[in-house]
């Protein structure tokens, strides 16, 4: 079989180029497997792209993060994904006899001769930038004047990579408990930054910005960037009150995503409210722990209307959950003696799988609410919820296995199953213990009713 032409090589190139790291991986694989001429060429393609995106991840190591959206969905300093490939590409051309060095497998990424390397390409890609604008970053008809900004921002940003590579061996530090040298080393980085660039040290907190992967963490390198910082009538009116500004935002649209999910049968909040519940209470916890908000202040004032919102949607949803147990917990008065009643659990009555859901639902925004409820002041209505929501489900199970025991079910399969999805409900609020109680006496109980 012939091999792939030259015309066949660049398209291929081209969409090679483009491909997601995980897709090149499996495409690699995959072709590998491929018999003939054609599939060992672009085998071969795609192993020499693998190799240059390793070289290129240590090369752009500080400046990687910056061309992919942050996962939180919080606002950062974000380039074309596109342009990347390019741009390592013709730095990289700068001096590609040094390329092998980044390959050498007994070098760490921190070896001297490693990092001497990888910084003169980013020297270089600072350069690219400026030299080769429209081969890097084309222009697209109409978007010249965002493309320029974008380009100065991306070579402002290279220029300050030298000094991004070592400052990122000490954000472990600072983001925890700095000692006074690792303030001052902070310190020092922030006002060497301001040398290199206009706006140097925002700059250099947006590239630490973005290799953080809780958003809020930013707040404490913003305050250990400045001995007054951390109060709101100072940090307000400096250009680092950028990062607070985009946290409080992230807030507001998690808050309004949380007011507008509205629980109902078959409809599963899903990881995604859980994950704002908690996302939330931990940011909103950490301003109050890092910056000495104005209650009154523009910031204070938003901070506070947000739990407010928060605190009324999930005690809305506590009340809710009471309610919707009632119609998976049916319950009906018995006589016992004379005019003498007691309640009993009603077998007679199929339970909707539609109130089982729902009560899924609320249930299992009651356990995500867990870590959340003391930031947003529930934490008493949670835990009497919770308590009641156990006491109620292990007296019914005691009821029903009563009635099975007594042969008093006229379908003891489908009273076990329901004992069985009770015990679920549990788990989805950490009764764990209860839970296992409950599985154990329905399976004892099971097994006394096949042997009856």
Not at 82 to 87: A, F, G, K, T
Not at 175 to 185: F, K, N
Not at 306 to 327: F, H, P, V, W
Not at 392 to 420: K, P
């Amino acid at each position: 079989m012939a091999e792939l032409s030259v015309a066949q090589r660049a398209v291929l190139a081209q969409m090679v180029e483009r491909l997601p790291d995980r897709t090149l991986k499996t495409l690699s694989l995959a072709v590998a497997q491929m018999p003939g001429d054609k599939a060992r060429a672009l085998s071969q393609m795609l192993a020499e792209e693998g190799v240059d995106r390793k070289r290129r991840a240590v090369a752009f190591a500080p400046m990687m993060p910056l061309f992919a959206p942050r996962r939180d969905g919080v606002e950062g300093l974000v380039f074309p994904s596109s342009v990347l490939p390019r741009l390592w590409k013709a730095a990289s051309a700068t001096a590609p006899e040094l390329l092998t060095t980044l390959d050498d497998i007994r070098l760490r990424e921190d070896d001297p001769k490693v990092v001497a390397v990888a910084d003169r390409y980013c020297i270089a890609a600072s350069g690219v930038i400026r030299d080769q604008a429209d081969v890097i970053w084309p222009a697209t008809p109409g978007q010249e004047a965002e493309r320029d900004a974008g380009l100065t921002d991306l070579a402002r940003c290279f220029d300050l990579a030298v000094l991004a590579r070592r400052a990122l061996k000490s954000l472990p530090h600072w983001i925890l408990r700095p000692t006074p040298d690792q303030l001052a080393e902070l310190r020092l980085l922030i006002r060497d930054a301001g040398e290199i660039t206009p706006d140097g040290g925002p700059r250099m907190l947006e590239i630490l910005f973005a290799h953080l992967a809780d958003a809020s963490l930013v707040l404490r390198l913003v305050v250990h960037s400045s001995r007054s910082a951390s109060k709101e009538g100072v940090l307000s009116g400096s250009e680092m009150a950028v990062f607070v500004n985009r946290l409080l935002a992230e807030v507001e649209a998690r808050v309004a995503r949380i007011g507008a999910f509205k629980p109902a049968a078959g409809v599963d909040p899903g990881p995604q409210i859980k994950a704002d519940i908690a996302w939330c209470a931990e940011t909103l916890a950490e301003l109050d722990m890092t910056l000495q908000l104005d209650p009154n202040g523009e910031w204070g004032t938003t901070a506070r209307d947000a739990r407010t919102r928060i605190n009324r949607g999930l005690s809305n949803t506590l009340k809710s959950t009471d309610k919707a147990l009632d119609a998976v917990l049916p319950l009906k008065r018995v006589k016992t003696a004379g005019r003498m009643t007691r309640e009993a659990a009603d077998l007679e009555r199929a339970v909707p799988p539609g109130a089982v859901q729902t009560a899924i639902v609320l249930l299992t925004l009651v356990g995500a609410m867990r870590t959340a409820a003391q930031t947003f002041g529930i934490e008493s209505q949670r835990s009497q919820l919770v308590q009641s929501a156990i006491d109620r489900i292990t007296t019914f199970v005691d009821l029903t296995i009563e009635a099975v025991n007594a042969g008093e079910a006229e379908d003891e399969d489908r009273a076990l199953a329901h004992v069985e999805t009770l015990a679920k409900l549990l788990l989805l609020i950490d009764a764990t213990e209860p839970a296992r109680t409950v599985r154990r006496r329905a399976a004892a109980a099971g097994s006394l009713a096949r042997t009856a």
